[in-house]
T-cell receptor
Framework: DAGVIQSPRHEVTEMGQEVTLRCKPISGHDYLFWYRQTMMRGLELLIYFNNNVPIDDSGMPEDRFSAKMPNASFSTLKIQPSEPRDSAVYFC???????????FGPGTRLTVL | QQQVKQSPQSLIVQKGGIPIINCAYENTAFDYFPWYQQFPGKGPALLIAIRPDVSEKKEGRFTISFNKSAKQFSLHIMDSQPGDSATYFCAASFAGGTSYGKLTFGQGTILTVHP
């Protein structure tokens, strides 16, 4: 298995632009998580899905952030409009039902100028 | 009540030393306590995990000690190696229920093992 796949690996954009981050979870995993990692705030859970349905989005910082999971093999995290304070590494993780272990992707390093 | 507090922020040891990283939690409903290891440029990966029905778990050179009454748990790395240099995160979650799978992470500890 290729593991969790994220794209792009690096994204540099200007303030005000729309950013879309993509994730392909491990096949057969029912849970998908989006995290943000910064030096100041550590690893923060933004939102997670179970069977493509959002379960908890309480970590989404504001309305500029949105996430979708149209099918079991694909999810997106969108920031519109982006701001410099959104600069961070964004991780996607997946896990199977009945197993707490989360498998993380390699992350997308986002820089908003 | 969802916080997990981790210390120290950074730790430097010599090869062969036994670094210890500590975590404390508040929510007594947590029932799954994993440790994740993260190398630079990579995502975190599960290292070892424990449930509150045991006080200790060993996997190779890594040991979790768990103190339910104190609401604390710690990671010990025996015979540490330079390859163990990484950031370590403790976490806590619920093994079931509506919040199943939602991990709350500590702030992380940057471990450096000198040769």
């Amino acid at each position: 298995d290729a593991g969790v796949i994220q794209s792009p690996r690096h994204e540099v954009t200007e303030m005000g632009q729309e950013v879309t981050l993509r994730c392909k979870p491990i096949s057969g995993h029912d849970y998908l998580f989006w995290y943000r990692q910064t030096m100041m705030r550590g690893l923060e859970l933004l939102i997670y899905f179970n069977n493509n349905v959002p379960i908890d989005d309480s970590g989404m910082p504001e309305d500029r952030f949105s996430a979708k999971m149209p099918n079991a093999s694909f999810s997106t995290l969108k920031i519109q409009p982006s701001e410099p304070r959104d600069s961070a590494v964004y991780f996607c993780a997946s896990s199977p039902t009945h197993d707490n272990e989360q498998f993380f992707g390699p992350g997308t390093r986002l820089t908003v100028l | 009540q969802q916080q997990v507090k981790q210390s120290p922020q950074s730790l430097i040891v010599q090869k062969g030393g036994i670094p210890i990283i500590n975590c404390a939690y508040e929510n007594t409903a947590f029932d799954y306590f994993p440790w994740y290891q993260q190398f630079p440029g990579k995502g975190p990966a599960l290292l070892i995990a424990i449930r509150p029905d045991v006080s200790e778990k060993k996997e190779g050179r890594f040991t979790i000690s768990f103190n339910k009454s104190a609401k604390q748990f710690s990671l010990h790395i025996m015979d540490s190696q330079p390859g163990d240099s990484a950031t370590y995160f403790c976490a806590a979650s619920f093994a079931g229920g509506t919040s199943y799978g939602k991990l709350t992470f500590g702030q992380g500890t940057i471990l450096t093992v000198h040769p």
